[in-house]
């Protein structure tokens, strides 16, 4: 750590953080890029580097979520202060960056602040109209245009993700080839393209501590780019497991979306629908909702092939591949795709 401190000692104005090396602990809830909490007497910084072992290409780059964030600021308040970047891999082994921290609570499996049903609904509006307000960015406003590739970006991205998913397909899990040609086979046209998150849940979310149903922040914008704002609403429904669902769904939750006063998945896009202008039908939605389960599926895989292969020996990655199979068993069910193995 006295190699980073003297390094960002140098970078930024450090004048009034107070003297000595910083505490650092690592925060645990990540399964991707590394966060830790640096402890100097006076600030408190974040530094975000990636993981250790294979990753798929153009993964984990911290210059181009150093710069989204930077960029994003005199447009978007809920971005954190960014302090420095650093691309000398001799201070830390990779290339990291460092931000101001945003202080508040952030909601994990479950919430660490008593809310009533009314208040987690207002919650759960708030962090909807924040989604609907950066789907709202210019991004030629915030210098962010370049991120887009222009028409086509639902067909990239199950391109995409089906080349992702089939080079990490390990023998305990379904290969998926019927969803994917499905997704291949029902993809639409594209809904439009704004500044999309592609991460966007409970978790990478910081309400105040003074109003603890007000966002204040919005982490983890690693996956952030230009593209359709209906395909991103697909891949925040995917982790959004409601009180009506299954015992080993509560189990694997990972955000309170099962708490009173939640909006179910239906209501969430229709309350999006209502707020951003842009109106999808049950049946048009089924892709999108397929879309987003099929591509968490492949996040989840991608970290358990590096477990699967000693590549990480974190504990918690060891049974991702129940995780996968149930996602696809879902997206399927979504699809009106049998169950693998079922006769038809």
């Not at 954190?80 to 101001?100: I, K, R």
């Not at 952030?106 to 962090?127: G, H, M, S, W, Y």
């Not at 019927?178 to 979310?205: E, K, T, Y």
């Not at 910081?206 to 996956?223: K, Q």
Request: a negative charge; one cysteine or more; hydrophobic letters at 40%.
């Amino acid at each position: 750590m006295a190699t980073v401190d003297a390094w960002l000692r140098g970078a930024a104005d450090a004048s009034a953080w107070g003297d000595g090396l910083p505490d650092v602990r690592q925060f645990p809830g990540g399964a991707s890029n590394l966060t830790y909490l640096l402890r100097y007497p006076n600030q408190d910084l974040i530094l975000r580097r990636p993981p250790a072992g294979t990753k798929a290409a153009g993964a984990h780059d911290m210059g181009r979520e150093y710069r989204i964030q930077a960029a994003l600021a005199p447009v978007f308040p809920y971005v954190a202060p960014m302090v420095a970047l650093c691309t000398d891999e001799t201070v830390l082994g990779s290339d990291f960056y460092v931000m101001e921290r945003l202080v508040g609570s952030i909601p994990r499996k479950d919430f660490d602040v008593e809310l009533t049903a009314a208040q987690t609904r207002e919650l759960c509006i708030n962090t909807l109209d924040l989604l609907v307000d950066l789907h709202a960015v210019d991004p030629a406003a915030a210098g962010l245009d370049a991120l887009g590739k222009g028409e086509g970006y639902v067909a990239r991205q199950i391109g995409g993700w089906t080349t992702r998913y089939r080079n990490v397909v390990t023998d305990n899990v379904s290969d998926m080839e019927d969803l994917m040609a499905w997704l291949a086979a029902n993809q639409p046209a594209d809904r439009g393209s704004c500044l999309i998150h592609n991460d966007f849940r409970f978790d990478n979310v910081v309400f105040s501590d003074a109003d603890p149903t007000r966002p204040i922040g919005l982490l983890d914008w690693e996956l952030a780019t230009l593209g359709d704002p209906l395909m991103d609403l697909g891949c925040v429904l995917s982790y959004w497991i409601e009180a009506s669902d299954d015992d080993m769904w509560q189990f694997v939750r990972m955000q309170p979306s099962n708490a009173p006063g939640m909006l179910s998945r239906a209501e969430v896009v229709a309350y999006y629908s209502e707020k951003s202008g842009l109106s999808v039908t049950d049946e048009e939605w089924k892709f999108y909702e397929a879309y987003g389960l099929f591509r968490l599926a492949g996040i989840a895989q991608q970290i358990y092939y590096r477990y699967h292969h000693g590549q990480t020996t974190n504990p918690r990655f060891e049974h991702f591949w129940v995780f996968v199979n149930m996602l696809g068993d879902r997206a399927r069910q979504v699809a009106g795709l049998p169950a693998p193995g079922a006769s038809v």
